[in-house]
């Protein structure tokens, strides 16, 4: 409370000037201006902050523990000293784990630590978090997307971060959705599946890659085949290519790489003049 007396006037008209008390600060007696704070009387200039030394008589103070309004300026207690707003948060308002500076206002508790609302962001990108909240590593805050990107494992089909359910095949892991022949597409309905290379197959590519399909019917040779004129053949396919019998004793006569039984070859081109 801020209490004038004009020492100019009172000469003026005769009147004597009756000291108030006796400064708080320096011992010495008030005439004219006075501050009243803390059940004291000051000289406006010698109520200041016990940190900086800035006046408070002209502005707001504050006093640790006990909270009151007079002429609408808000005054805290700390052990009887007074405080100017920017020292009394710097010395006791808890700090924020973002940016070290005082709270002053509404904080974020997360992460066992107390944040600006506005410092409570993904240390990643500085988003704000969502409806999906934030995810925590090693005591630092992600979104959703970071923490995925970074963390989570890659898909070894798209390489895309796994956020759900996948399947662990070939020492890898992988969407479901991705998890197909790398040749087709065609997904492994049956669960099974073929592997060349690190990658999967279906059986007809797997079949393909390796060289091991049929020349006659183009279907996969999963046992016994024959080779010959430089191609394969399910044994049941390698047949003459005019009576179409199957060639099973071994030998036979190619003629444009079509294969014919000594039979079909002798009736056939034999007796034709060369």
Not at 246 to 253: A, E, V
């Amino acid at each position: 409370m801020l209490g004038t007396l004009n020492s100019e006037y009172s000469s003026k008209h005769g009147i004597s000037t009756i000291p108030k008390g006796d400064c708080a600060g320096c011992g010495k007696p008030i005439v004219g201006q006075v501050v009243i704070a803390l059940g004291k009387m000051w000289h406006p200039e010698h109520y200041v902050c016990c940190e900086c030394g800035a006046e408070l008589g002209q502005r707001n103070f504050f006093e640790r523990q006990l909270s009151l309004f007079l002429e609408e300026k808000k005054v805290y207690f700390r052990n009887g000293k007074a405080y100017c707003e920017e020292d009394y948060h710097n010395q006791f308002s808890p700090r924020c784990a973002g940016c070290n500076g005082p709270i002053k206002d509404r904080c974020v508790t997360a992460l066992n630590k107390n944040f600006h609302t506005q410092c409570f962001v993904c240390s990643e990108c500085g988003g704000e978090f969502g409806s999906d909240g934030f995810h925590e590593k090693n005591g630092v805050p992600y979104c959703r997307r970071d923490f995925f990107r970074l963390f989570a494992p890659k898909c070894n089909g798209c390489q895309n971060p796994i956020t759900n359910s996948f399947i662990t095949a070939l020492g890898t892991n992988w969407h479901p959705d991705c998890f197909v022949c790398q040749s087709c597409g065609v997904s492994f309905d049956g669960g099974a599946f073929f592997e060349h290379n690190g990658h999967p197959l279906c059986e007809q590519h797997y079949h393909e890659t390796r060289g091991s399909i049929c020349h006659q019917c183009r279907g996969p040779i999963s046992g016994r085949c024959v080779a010959a004129m430089g191609r394969k053949f399910h044994p049941e396919h390698f047949r003459c290519s005019y009576c179409n019998r199957q060639l099973t004793k071994g030998t036979f006569k190619e003629v444009d790489r079509r294969p014919f039984c000594h039979k079909c070859y002798n009736n056939t081109f034999a007796l034709t003049p060369a």
